[in-house]
């Protein structure tokens, strides 16, 4: 394996400034696809990778983080990263994305992709929760909780509160969507029309939407995840006007 990482110095090479956790992504997909790696195989060790790209631990673990999440590559603790899928630069996922300069069509478009995909999700949670997910999920809202009441915004931390709940469906198709619509989800949580109170009215359906989950109620997962969305469509109306 080491003559096979040694041989990876002339494929890897620095990036130039940018997107870099994408950049990472695409150096892996060319790297996976040069190598010729096959199911079952290990990808080069971090440190390996930071050193050839030139990139922080950090910004690797993103890109694995990205494509584990899409079922490529899997992480198993002590070993290393291993190749579920092959993929190279043509048949690595693309991220589905809108092509608008118009922030309010784009939101509202994706909205109507997050109503279906978090009521469904939200109904599934409730079933298929455990206890564990259930200890994730409100550990999530209190540090949503904390970060409202501090600052009046909780945009990356209204995030991992959905992600939570996204994994308690114990489906990896539910983030793996997510991966795809990555660009358009995460504009709902970085204060879109510059306004920090974007659906900040949506913030006390995230206690009552836990506790749904947490009593294994799925219609009612599905009312308060409606109550949120709700909020949010109105906020996009009223603040792109």
């Keep these: 394996m080491s003559d096979q990482f040694n041989a990876s110095a002339g494929i890897l090479s620095l990036l130039p400034p940018a997107d870099r956790t994408a950049q990472v992504s695409e150096a892996l997909a060319a790297f996976i696809e040069a190598a010729r790696l096959k199911t079952g195989d290990r990808l080069p060790p971090e440190r390996h990778l930071m050193s050839a790209l030139g990139v922080g631990r950090s910004t690797i673990r993103e890109a ?16 290393g990263n291993y190749l579920l899928k092959p993929i190279s630069k043509r048949t690595v996922h ?16 994706t909205l109507q992709v997050r109503r279906g995909l ?4 939200g109904m599934v949670a409730a079933r298929m929760r455990k206890a564990d997910d259930l200890l994730e999920i409100e550990a999530k809202l209190e540090v949503m909780e904390k970060a409202h ?12 509160f959905h992600l939570a709940i996204y994994d308690a469906t114990h489906n990896p198709l539910f983030r ?3 991966e ?18 974007f659906a900040r009215r949506s913030f006390p359906f995230h206690r009552t939407l836990f506790d749904a989950i947490a009593a294994g109620d799925p219609e009612s997962a599905r009312v308060e995840t409606l109550k949120i969305l709700e909020i949010v469509e ?8």
């Design 64 to 79: 694995i983080r990205r494509y584990q999440a899409l079922g490529v590559i899997d992480s198993r603790k002590g070993s």
């Design 94 to 109: 693309m991220p589905l994305s809108l092509d608008t300069e118009n922030l309010r069509d784009v939101l509202l478009q």
């Design 118 to 121: 978090e009521c469904e999700a």
């Design 149 to 160: 009441h501090t600052r009046g915004a909780s945009g990356p931390e209204d995030l991992a």
């Design 176 to 178: 793996q969507i997510l």
């Design 180 to 197: 795809q619509m990555r660009e358009t989800f995460e504009q709902f949580w970085s204060s879109p029309f510059e306004r920090v109170d």
């Design 234 to 241: 109105e906020d996009i109306k009223e603040m792109s006007r």
